[in-house]
């Protein structure tokens, strides 16, 4: 297996042969005959010559334990012969880069296809590797072992545009597919090499903008289902925005249709799964019938807006929490409403699921301080009524208009 290295190529200059390209490996083994193969050292590589006698003894060592499967895995080009040694020389005889050659196109297409993860996890992954290819970071003759490049690529046009969060995530995606569908461990090179591009630090947060009062509510709510093309023209986006403001709901439980009536108080119970505080009974000022809907069309008719507006679907959950305070509901019981676990021992302690009397109190101040904003909807009606969203919003614009 030893003598003098020979190149892979060589080419006529000046009636000369000069190398092109690394040198080559070509050896013989009594389990699956030669492997001729280039092998990674060029030969300007420091320590080139060492590095071919490595190659070599590692050849020679897999040929003696009749490794039969890591030497077919060389053989057929699954994994390169610096990778295989990088391997080899950590005491890793598993070589799970034998995909690192695949088509990464093909390997993340086949991983979406069968994950084990929710649709919408799907769709995105999805979209992160359309965009990937609209950037010319992915192409059809990308290799798994090109991950690292892609990430630092994608890296740095993330930076520039400030989307710390879309990277983050881009970057979990392809872990998770090193992990999960390639089965890559912790010694992985690629996966090593993925790990070692660090997120990129969030510099700052966007700012909130919940409602100020009911007029502001009402003034949105006209405006939202005359602009733009957004969505499906049938869908009452108006009672989307009312709804979402007077619950405090998170963007998810309400796009899953998480709640129902209550059964002992009477009020609102939305079934969260977020946290263990998500699952929580909130007083019931406005009712809406429980079924999925998707909040990326509202958000796009937000975004859209002419004139524009500040205001993003997450501000509607802000905007409870402002009018829960401006109403005097104690701190500790709008908290439990939002679906906040405790911060402090404080907060510890203050935590219980409030009483049907206590919710009552809690919708008659709300009710009371909306109707200082110029809001008709009566404090004492009893929530023993469903109060239609038409039938409310109705109100409302009676008053303000």
Request: one cysteine or more; aromatic letters at 8%; charged letters at 25%.
């Given at each position: 297996?030893?003598?003098?290295?020979?190149?892979?190529?060589?080419?006529?200059?000046?009636?000369?042969?000069?190398?092109?390209?690394?040198?080559?490996?070509?050896?013989?083994?009594?389990?699956?005959?030669?492997?001729?193969?280039?092998?990674?050292?060029?030969?300007?590589?420091?320590?080139?010559?060492?590095?071919?006698?490595?190659?070599?003894?590692?050849?020679?060592?897999?040929?003696?334990?009749?490794?039969?499967?890591?030497?077919?895995?060389?053989?057929?080009?699954?994994?390169?012969?610096?990778?295989?040694?990088?391997?080899?020389?950590?005491?890793?005889?598993s070589f799970a880069?034998?995909?690192?050659?695949?088509?990464?196109?093909?390997?993340?297409?086949?991983?979406?296809?069968?994950?084990?993860?929710?649709?919408?996890?799907?769709?995105?992954?999805?979209?992160?590797?359309?965009?990937?290819?609209?950037?010319?970071?992915?192409?059809?003759?990308?290799?798994?072992?090109?991950?690292?490049?892609?990430?630092?690529?994608?890296?740095?046009?993330?930076?520039?545009?400030?989307?710390?969060?879309?990277?983050?995530?881009?970057?979990?995606?392809?872990?998770?597919?090193?992990?999960?569908?390639?089965?890559?461990?912790?010694?992985?090179?690629?996966?090593?090499?993925?790990?070692?591009?660090?997120?990129?630090?969030?510099?700052?947060?966007?700012?909130?903008?919940?409602?100020?009062?009911?007029?502001?509510?009402?003034?949105?709510?006209?405006?939202?289902?005359?602009?733009?093309?957004?969505?499906?023209?049938?869908?009452?986006?108006?009672?989307?925005?009312y709804f979402m403001?007077?619950?405090?709901?998170?963007?998810?439980?309400?796009?899953?249709g998480l709640w129902?009536?209550?059964?002992?108080?009477?009020?609102?119970?939305?079934?969260?799964?977020?946290?263990?505080?998500?699952?929580?009974?909130?007083?019931?000022?406005?009712?809406?019938?429980?079924?999925?809907?998707?909040?990326?069309?509202?958000?796009?008719?937000?975004?859209?807006?002419?004139?524009?507006?500040?205001?993003?679907?997450?501000?509607?959950?802000?905007?409870?929490?402002?009018?829960?305070?401006?109403?005097?509901?104690?701190?500790?019981?709008?908290?439990?409403?939002?679906?906040?676990?405790?911060?402090?021992?404080?907060?510890?302690?203050?935590?219980?699921?409030?009483?049907?009397?206590?919710?009552?109190?809690?919708?008659?101040?709300?009710?009371?301080?909306?109707?200082?904003?110029?809001?008709?909807?009566?404090?004492?009606?009893?929530?023993?009524?469903?109060?239609?969203?038409?039938?409310?919003?109705?109100?409302?614009?009676?008053?303000?208009?």
């Amino acid at each position: 297996m030893g003598g003098t290295p020979q190149f892979r190529a060589k080419r006529l200059v000046g009636g000369a042969w000069t190398p092109v390209g690394s040198y080559l490996v070509d050896v013989r083994t009594s389990t699956v005959g030669r492997i001729a193969k280039a092998s990674g050292v060029f030969p300007d590589t420091r320590h080139g010559a060492e590095l071919l006698d490595q190659i070599k003894m590692m050849l020679r060592d897999l040929d003696t334990t009749r490794d039969l499967s890591k030497l077919t895995q060389i053989k057929q080009g699954k994994v390169r012969l610096l990778d295989a040694l990088a391997a080899w020389k950590a005491g890793r005889l598993s070589f799970a880069e034998s995909y690192a050659g695949d088509s990464l196109v093909g390997s993340l297409a086949e991983w979406l296809a069968g994950a084990s993860v929710s649709p919408i996890t799907i769709r995105q992954y999805g979209n992160y590797v359309s965009r990937l290819k609209r950037l010319g970071l992915i192409t059809p003759s990308t290799k798994v072992r090109d991950c690292g490049d892609v990430l630092r690529g994608m890296r740095t046009i993330m930076a520039k545009e400030h989307k710390a969060v879309y990277f983050g995530n881009m970057r979990q995606m392809f872990m998770s597919f090193l992990v999960n569908h390639l089965n890559y461990d912790a010694e992985s090179h690629v996966l090593r090499d993925v790990k070692r591009i660090l997120p990129i630090k969030v510099t700052h947060r966007r700012e909130h903008h919940p409602l100020r009062g009911p007029r502001d509510l009402f003034e949105l709510g006209a405006r939202i289902n005359t602009s733009g093309r957004w969505g499906n023209r049938e869908v009452d986006y108006k009672i989307m925005i009312y709804f979402m403001s007077l619950t405090g709901m998170r963007p998810t439980e309400f796009e899953r249709g998480l709640w129902e009536r209550d059964s002992a108080t009477g009020h609102l119970r939305i079934k969260g799964t977020k946290t263990r505080n998500a699952v929580r009974v909130i007083p019931l000022i406005m009712w809406l019938e429980p079924m999925k809907r998707t909040l990326g069309n509202l958000q796009m008719r937000l975004v859209n807006l002419r004139p524009p507006t500040v205001v993003r679907t997450r501000d509607f959950r802000r905007t409870s929490a402002v009018w829960y305070e401006q109403a005097g509901v104690p701190r500790s019981r709008y908290a439990y409403y939002l679906g906040h676990g405790p911060k402090d021992m404080t907060a510890l302690y203050e935590q219980r699921t409030p009483t049907e009397e206590e919710l009552d109190a809690d919708r008659a101040s709300l009710l009371a301080w909306l109707e200082v904003q110029k809001v008709a909807q009566p404090a004492e009606q009893p929530p023993d009524e469903m109060i239609e969203p038409a039938e409310f919003i109705e109100s409302l614009e009676r008053t303000i208009a």
